[in-house]
């Protein structure tokens, strides 16, 4: 059965203390895996798409990775405007997108 | 790149009255597009999927005939809440796969919309 699974569900960060969410996933035959980010009464905004083992993505403060059996997202020296739920979701068996819970996260000043 | 709209952000309406939601993909086109709904602090459920120019698929447990999707052109999809009642009042948000003609973006990634609070007293 495809599953995603998101860790940890919450997580409170002073500014600029670094830390990693993580996504596992079990899917047959990965076609992509998706991380948005979103704000509270808004809709996922893409950061990014990372499809096989090894690859990396990076935008701003966020670095995303991907094993065989699940994704890092790297926060690094947060700021407080980086407060947000994170979303990781896979393309299940079916071609549709399966999420996890997200992690929300609080950066403090 | 890859900018999607919904019209209205938030409405309320009465019990028994219709609402009608729109969805359009601004800078690309859009063969597929997707309708969820939110609940508080629960992440996205999949309601229904719409193709241009056919009918629109819709998830187990989904009432096709309380929620009307027309996926009228391949910028442009609508959701309408039929005969609305409070158990409706939600979070829906849609997403736009970019089709595969030409596009700059990644068509296997869904750029989501800004979503749409309804409130049905």
């Known amino acids: 059965e495809d599953q995603v699974t998101q860790s940890p569900e919450a997580l409170r960060l002073q500014e600029g203390e670094s830390s990693s969410l993580n996504c596992s996933y079990t899917?047959?035959?990965?076609?992509?895996l998706f991380w948005y980010r979103q704000d509270p009464g808004k809709g996922p905004e893409f950061l990014f798409t990372?499809?096989?083992a090894g690859e990396e993505k990076e935008k701003e403060r966020l670095k995303a990775t991907l094993t065989k059996k699940e994704s890092f997202l790297h926060i690094t020296a947060p700021k407080p405007e980086d407060s947000a739920t994170y979303l990781c979701?896979?393309?299940?068996?079916?071609?549709?997108?399966?999420f996890g819970a997200g992690t929300q996260v609080v950066v403090t000043p | 790149g890859a900018v999607v709209s919904q019209h209205p952000s938030w409405v309320i309406c009465k019990s028994g009255t219709s609402v009608k939601i729109e969805c359009r993909s601004l800078?690309?086109?859009?063969?597929?597009m997707f309708w969820y709904r939110q609940f508080p602090k629960q992440s996205l459920m999949l309601m229904a999927t719409?193709?241009?120019?056919?009918?629109?698929?819709?998830e187990q447990g989904v009432e096709k005939d309380k929620f009307l999707i027309n996926h009228a052109s391949l910028t442009l999809s609508t959701l309408t809440v039929t005969s609305a009642h409070p158990e409706d009042s939600s979070f829906y948000i849609c997403?736009?796969?970019?089709?595969?003609?030409?596009?700059?973006?990644?068509?296997?990634?869904?750029?989501f919309g800004p979503g749409t609070r309804l409130t049905v007293l």
């Open positions: 997403s736009a796969l970019p089709g595969t003609s030409g596009s700059r973006l990644d068509t296997d990634t869904q750029y």
């Open positions: 990372l499809y096989s």
């Open positions: 800078d690309f086109q859009a063969t597929t």
């Open positions: 899917v047959s035959g990965l076609r992509g």
């Open positions: 979701a896979v393309h299940d068996s079916w071609g549709k997108l399966q």
């Open positions: 719409s193709n241009e120019g056919s009918k629109a698929t819709y």
